[in-house]
């Protein structure tokens, strides 16, 4: 324990010297085009430190660790309640028309999390990339969130209120003490995030969830205390992708000398989750057998953790910027200075297959061929241990082929819809 606080703290100390760059070429781009593929999608983003100038309301600084959000296409939140509940929304020949931003704050007493609806206000407050932040567009995006009702229904800590400067109005201290960390992320920070198509039924599974991490908040039978090491924003984004089948979930409440040495953190779980959901070794028969989320999700979803369209993308502040600074930090929590989790870093940032949708689909076409061509007979498999031992092994080889070639087949569909790439 005692070597593992020491890495810690050196984590810390070397980690946070540098500026993060969030000008490395990522998937963003035409966002109708990857929606209009891939309809059901989360998407998990770590977040910078914020850093407000003085004489704009509430003093916002955060620390070098960070923040995270969670964005779900084709959810919603149901309308006409005062507090947010979530359902899964179609829209006309089914696609879901948007979605909603999900941010986990420890302002809040009566919920764990809150609701923003529609991708780019949630993101970007609705400014386009280039667009300054002023101190006009500063309150314009403020009057649009409160428009939106984001806290509806939210009651937030007494020590929220008190520390603004004087003369302000509860509701309005709601959206300035909240703002670039619930809503409008761009405006005071970067971000990196990974982006996970889902199906339907998983988006289903992950709203269920989600609502019911809420439920004991709303009825009042519990107060909300937001914990970094029990019970953090990435625990709820990690626990619903869990839901969802790509992972184990990781555990929240454990005791204190527990959850210090192995609690999630934001920039640490984007490098977790992309290389997760690209793990094209699951797409070996023997590799998934071994794997008890890969097994679950098939049995449960019938798709492996892994697929096409999961991709990266970085993106910074908005700049010019008048309210926050804009040279932000984002800390991995490793083992400096021989630690893992740089390397993976830039390694997901040089590999173009998770950056180009097209490059995307090219690669796992092309491990989808070769996990269908090096398919062997059932009865190979069973006369080898442990398959033989293993009742449910049938049915589990069964669902993995029909998964890769259901997989396979909808990407060749997605080319004849919108060529991106020459798949064959």
Same mark, same amino acid.
């Given at each position: ?62 620390? +070098?660790? #960070? ?26 020949? #089914? ?54 009702? +984001? ?16 003369? =302000? ?56 205390? =937001? ?6 924003? +990435? ?108 390397? =993976?870093?830039?390694? +997901? ?31 190979? =498999? ?43």
């Amino acid at each position: 324990m005692a070597r593992r606080l020491a890495f810690l703290l050196a984590a810390f100390c070397l980690a946070g010297c540098s500026v993060a760059r969030f000008d490395i070429p990522g998937a963003g781009g035409d966002e109708a085009a990857y929606a209009d593929l891939h309809p059901y999608y989360a998407e998990y983003c770590a977040l910078s430190q914020i850093e407000k100038k003085p004489g704009f309301g509430a003093d916002i600084r955060g620390g +070098i660790g #960070g923040h995270s959000v969670f964005y779900l296409n084709g959810a919603c939140r149901v309308a006409g309640l005062a507090y947010p509940v979530l359902e899964v929304c179609d829209g006309a020949g #089914g696609q879901p028309p948007d979605g909603v931003g999900l941010s986990m704050n420890a302002h809040f007493v009566n919920a764990k999390w809150v609701a923003t609806p529609g991708r780019e206000f949630f993101f970007h407050g609705g400014l386009m990339p280039d667009a300054p932040v002023t101190r006009d567009t500063y309150a314009r995006v403020q009057r649009e969130a409160k428009r939106l009702r +984001i806290y509806e229904g939210i009651v937030f800590h007494p020590w929220v209120f008190a520390a603004m400067p004087p003369g =302000w109005a509860p509701e309005d201290t709601k959206y300035e003490a909240s703002v670039a960390t619930d809503y409008a992320i761009s405006l005071g920070r970067g971000r990196y995030c990974a982006r996970v198509p889902v199906s339907r039924t998983q988006m289903a599974a992950m709203v269920k969830f989600l609502n019911e991490q809420n439920a004991p908040y709303r009825s009042g039978a519990q107060v909300f205390e =937001w914990s970094v090491f029990s019970d953090n924003c +990435i625990h709820l984004a990690h626990n619903a992708l869990a839901v969802a089948g790509l992972w184990a979930p990781w555990r929240i409440h454990r005791p204190f000398l527990v959850s210090v040495f192995d609690f999630p953190t934001p920039k640490n779980e984007f490098v977790n989750l992309m290389r997760r959901a690209n793990d094209r070794r699951l797409l070996d028969l023997a590799q998934a057998y071994r794997d008890p989320a890969a097994r679950r999700s098939l049995a449960e979803y019938g798709r492996l953790p892994v697929g096409p369209g999961v991709l990266a993308e970085s993106r910074g502040p908005q700049r010019p910027n008048e309210v926050y600074d804009t040279d932000l930090k984002l800390i991995f929590y490793d083992a400096p200075p021989f630690g893992p989790y740089q390397g =993976w870093f830039a390694a +997901i940032f040089s590999d173009p297959a998770v950056l180009d949708l097209g490059r995307n689909g090219k690669a796992f076409a092309a491990a989808y061929r070769d996990a269908e061509a090096d398919r062997r007979p059932l009865g190979w =498999w069973q006369e080898r241990s442990p398959y033989a031992e293993d009742p449910a092994f049938p049915a589990f080889y069964d669902k993995f082929y029909q998964a890769v070639a259901q997989e396979h087949m909808r990407l060749r569909g997605m080319e004849q819809r919108r060529p991106l790439a020459t798949l064959d």
